[in-house]
């Protein structure tokens, strides 16, 4: 079946350091992808999505291209701020209208000034 | 852009007593809206998948009875947890799909209820 993969984190950086988080998949047709972040106590928020092979979502800074041959969906950002410290999923859907999302089991990032 | 509203944003109830959560669609119409329990420091689970004017699809190991589920129209579903006890404490958290999207759909999720049974 469909499943995600994220790197372990909790993942700590200073500020202005380079990040990455690890993001594979597993699934059967052409899916879309996705991050959320989500900050303490609140709900989850689309930080950017890629529905094809090559594409790259971007949003705040933050990129991820949607590797098929790798079947990746690295988040990476050049230049983090403290306020970037949330805990980021990565997420797969299906093209179809109806179908469900499928999370990893996301990485805690935090960033220290 | 598209909101989703939950409410309430946490509620502490005592052991046996039944808890009503709404997910409401405020500016879009979604025929699809999903229930997610998420426990301290991990991921989502995905509860239940509502759909508009039929039965929830419930997840394996989810009691639909614990856990009702009614979505009556296309901007509002409610979650109901049943004579709740300690271990029904948790972050619920709603998702609507909205109905008008095309090929570049998207989840909106709201901001989360937590529970705390006593």
């Known amino acids: 079946g469909n499943s995600v993969t994220q790197m372990e984190g909790p993942v700590t950086l200073s500020e202005e350091a380079f990040l990455t988080i690890n993001c594979t998949y597993t699934?059967?047709?052409?899916?879309?992808l996705f991050w959320y972040v989500q900050y303490p106590g609140e709900g989850l928020q689309l930080l950017l999505k890629?529905?094809?092979?090559?594409d790259k979502g971007s949003n705040k800074g933050f990129e991820a291209t949607y590797r098929k041959e790798t079947t990746s969906f690295h988040l990476e950002k050049g230049s983090v701020q403290v306020s970037d410290s949330a805990v980021y999923f990565c997420?797969?859907?299906?093209?179809?209208?109806?179908?469900?999302?499928?999370f990893g089991q996301g990485t805690t990032l935090q960033v220290k000034p | 852009g598209a909101v989703v509203s939950q409410h309430p944003s946490w509620v502490i109830c005592k052991s046996g007593t039944s808890v009503k959560i709404e997910c409401r669609s405020l500016?879009?119409?979604?025929?699809?809206m999903f229930w997610y329990r998420q426990f301290p420091k991990q991921s989502l689970m995905l509860m239940a998948t509502?759909?508009?004017?039929?039965?929830?699809?419930?997840e394996q190991g989810v009691e639909k009875d614990k856990f009702l589920i009614n979505h009556a129209s296309l901007t509002l579903s409610t979650l109901t947890v049943t004579s709740a006890h300690p271990e029904d404490s948790s972050f619920y958290i709603c998702?609507?799909?909205?109905?008008?999207?095309?090929?570049?759909?998207?989840?909106?999720f709201g901001s989360g209820t937590r529970l705390t049974v006593v």
């Open positions: 509502s759909n508009e004017g039929s039965k929830a699809t419930y």
């Open positions: 998702s609507a799909r909205d109905r008008g999207a095309g090929a570049n759909y998207g989840y909106t």
């Open positions: 500016d879009f119409q979604a025929t699809t």
């Open positions: 890629a529905t094809k092979a090559d």
């Open positions: 997420a797969l859907g299906p093209r179809s209208n109806t179908g469900k999302l499928i």
């Open positions: 699934a059967t047709g052409y899916p879309s």
